[in-house]
C-alpha cells in the first residue's frame, strides 16, 4: 500500500510573544481530502498557527513545508501563492463591491487593464461549481452570513488554494446553512484538498474531521483519528482533567419582580412580548435563527424603537430612547456579536472594562487612571481574565477572555438587570464553565438575568425559566420542573414550541 504525502506539515514550530509562549515545538501533518479538526481551550495556540500558515506571523523557529518543500512566508501574499487560504468566523471583505470582485480582489483577470466579462464569467464559474444560489454581480453586503462563507470559498478556488482554513465557520449559521456548507466541504475533499477546521462544537467535529490535532498551553498534547476518540478524551486532551458537564444550576431564592414587559412589538421583527423576570432568577430565551429574540431585547436596550409596548423596571414605567437609558435605569446588554457591538479591539482591557462607566472614575472633573485601574483589576480578576497586564490590547486576548472582558464592561455599570445574548458563542468548553458558573454567581448576588442562547443545554441546565421565541412571538412558556404533556419541561418540547409545532404535536 502507498503511503499519502501529507499536502502540508508544520515540523517543530515555536513562536514568542512578550511575556507569552505561544506556541512550543508543534508537528503535524495536513493530508489530500481530509478534514483536521484543531481543538484546543480559547489561548491553546490555534489562532498562532492560523497567522502563521496564512504569512502574518512568522515564526521563531521550525519548517513549513508545502508538498515536501519547505516553504518561507512573510506575508499573506506568499501564502496564497503556496496554495494557502482561510476563511474566517467574522469575514474580511468588502461590502460595497459585488461578489466578482470580492472573489478575484488582488488577482483580477487581465491584470491592469481588468477584463470584466472574464472577471464575471470566472466568478459565476467558480459559484456555479459549488452551487452557490446568488449570482456574481450582487454586493456582498446583501448576502448572508452563509453565502459570504461561499465567497471566501470561491475566492480560495480562485487561488486554486488546495490547503483550506475554516475558522469557526459555523458560529453564525442556522442548522439548514451549516448543512449546506457541510456539502461544499464533502465537495472540497472529494477534490483532494486538505482542510482544517476550527470548532468547539463537538458534534461538528465529529460529522465532520478525520483527524484531530489537540492544543493546551501552545503544545500539541494529542492527534490521531477522529474515530479513534469520543468527547470525553477530547475534553480531558484540551483541558488536562475531565470536566464535569452538569451546568452548576444554583437554588437561589426569588426576589421581587424587576421586569415587566408588556405587548412590546416592532413591525417587522416581533410582535406582543410579554414577560416578567425576578430578582435573582435566570430567564432563558430559546428559539431557532430569526425569532426575534435578541430583536426584542435590543429594544428594551434602547438600541431600536418598538411600535408598541411597556417596560417597566421596579414597577416604575421606563422611557427609554437610546442605550444610555436603560443603562441609568439599571439595564445592561453584553451583545452576541462582542467585536462589532461589545468591544474596542485596538483599546486596552483597562479601558475596554471602564468604557460604559466612565463618569464612576472621575475626580476633580479629571479620569483618574488609578480608579480605573482598581476597577480593572477587580472586574478582571473576577472574572478570571487571562491576560499579560491589564493595558494590553483586547485583540490580543482568546476569544474566552475578550468575553469575559464585555461582561465585566456592563458589570461596571452595577446595573439590576443583565440580558446576555449569546455569551459563550465561539468560546472553549473551559471558558464556557468559568461563564456558567459566573452566571449563576451574578443570579445569587442578587442580579435579574436573561440568558439569548442557542444552545439547548445551557438554557435548560441555567434558567428558572425558559421562554420560546418563534418567528417573532411567544409560542411557549417553560418552568423548570413543572408540567406535564405538551408544555412538560423537556428537550423534546423546547425544541417542537422553538420550530413552530402544534401543540398537540408537542405532546409527543
Known amino acids: 500500500m502507498t503511503e499519502i504525502s501529507p499536502i502540508l506539515a508544520l515540523a517543530n514550530v515555536s513562536k514568542s510573544f512578550p511575556g507569552v509562549r505561544a506556541l512550543n515545538d508543534v508537528s503535524f501533518s495536513l493530508y489530500p481530502g481530509e478534514v483536521t479538526a484543531l481543538i484546543g481551550e480559547n489561548g491553546a495556540g490555534k489562532s498562532t498557527i492560523v497567522k502563521i500558515l496564512t504569512g502574518i506571523y512568522i515564526p521563531d523557529g521550525g519548517e513549513i513545508r508545502v508538498n515536501g518543500a519547505t516553504q518561507h512566508f512573510s506575508s499573506p501574499r506568499d501564502s496564497w501563492g503556496a496554495g494557502i487560504a482561510a476563511i474566517h468566523q467574522e469575514t474580511v471583505m468588502f461590502d460595497e463591491l459585488s461578489v466578482a470582485e470580492n472573489i478575484f480582489m488582488g488577482h483580477m483577470p487581465g491584470g491592469h487593464l481588468i477584463d470584466w466579462r472574464d472577471t464575471k464569467a470566472k466568478a459565476r464559474a467558480l459559484l456555479a461549481s459549488i452551487e452557490a444560489d446568488f449570482d456574481a454581480d450582487a454586493k456582498l453586503k446583501t448576502l448572508s452570513v452563509a453565502q459570504k462563507h461561499m465567497v471566501e470559498i470561491t475566492r480560495a478556488l480562485s487561488h486554486d488554494a488546495n490547503v483550506i482554513i475554516m475558522d469557526e465557520p459555523t458560529a453564525s449559521l442556522s442548522r439548514h446553512e451549516i448543512d449546506e456548507l457541510f456539502r461544499i466541504v464533502a465537495q472540497l475533499k472529494a477534490e483532494g484538498r486538505a482542510i482544517i477546521f476550527i470548532s468547539h462544537k463537538f458534534d461538528e467535529i465529529f460529522r465532520l474531521s478525520d483527524r484531530f490535532v489537540c492544543l493546551r498551553d501552545g503544545e500539541k498534547v494529542g492527534e490521531g483519528m477522529t474515530s479513534d476518540v469520543s468527547e470525553p478524551d477530547l475534553v480531558r486532551m484540551m483541558v488536562g482533567r475531565p470536566v464535569d458537564q452538569v451546568f452548576p444550576k444554583r437554588d437561589i431564592p426569588l426576589g421581587p419582580t424587576v421586569l415587566e414587559i408588556d405587548g412590546l412589538s416592532n413591525a417587522t421583527e416581533f410582535a406582543d412580548v410579554s414577560l416578567k423576570l425576578r430578582k435573582g432568577e435566570i430567564l432563558g430565551l430559546y428559539g431557532l435563527v430569526g425569532a426575534g429574540r435578541s430583536e426584542a431585547m435590543q429594544a428594551v436596550f434602547g438600541m431600536s424603537k418598538p411600535t408598541a409596548g411597556r417596560v417597566k423596571m421596579n414597577g416604575q414605567e421606563l422611557t427609554i430612547h437610546e442605550p444610555i437609558d436603560a443603562i441609568h435605569a439599571g439595564i445592561s446588554y453584553v451583545p452576541e456579536d462582542r467585536q462589532e457591538q461589545g468591544a474596542f479591539l485596538p483599546l486596552g482591557i483597562r479601558e475596554n472594562i471602564t468604557m460604559a462607566s466612565l463618569s464612576t472614575h472621575v475626580r476633580n472633573f479629571l479620569l483618574s487612571r488609578r480608579s480605573e485601574q482598581s476597577a480593572a483589576r477587580a472586574l478582571g480578576g473576577r472574572l478570571s481574565v487571562k491576560a499579560?497586564?491589564?493595558?494590553?490590547?483586547?485583540?490580543?486576548?482568546?476569544?474566552?477572555?475578550?468575553?469575559?472582558?464585555?461582561?465585566?464592561?456592563?458589570?461596571?455599570?452595577?446595573?439590576?438587570?443583565?440580558?446576555?445574548?449569546?455569551?459563550?458563542?465561539?468560546?472553549?468548553?473551559?471558558?464556557?464553565?468559568?461563564?456558567?458558573?459566573?452566571?449563576?454567581?451574578?443570579?445569587?448576588?442578587?442580579?435579574?438575568?436573561?440568558?439569548i442562547s442557542s444552545e439547548l443545554p445551557e438554557i435548560m441546565g441555567l434558567s428558572d425559566r425558559v421562554i420560546v421565541m418563534h418567528e417573532g412571538r411567544i409560542a411557549a412558556r417553560f418552568e423548570r420542573g413543572v408540567g406535564t404533556g405538551a408544555l412538560a419541561w423537556s428537550a423534546e418540547a423546547i425544541v417542537a414550541a422553538a420550530t413552530g409545532a402544534p401543540i398537540e404535536e408537542r405532546a409527543a
Open 388 to 451: 499579560a497586564h491589564w493595558e494590553q490590547s483586547l485583540g490580543e486576548l482568546s476569544g474566552g477572555n475578550q468575553q469575559k472582558v464585555v461582561i465585566a464592561k456592563w458589570l461596571a455599570t452595577k446595573p439590576k438587570l443583565i440580558i446576555l445574548d449569546e455569551p459563550t458563542k465561539g468560546i472553549d468548553v473551559g471558558s464556557k464553565a468559568a461563564v456558567h458558573d459566573f452566571i449563576g454567581e451574578l443570579a445569587e448576588d442578587g442580579l435579574a438575568v436573561i440568558l
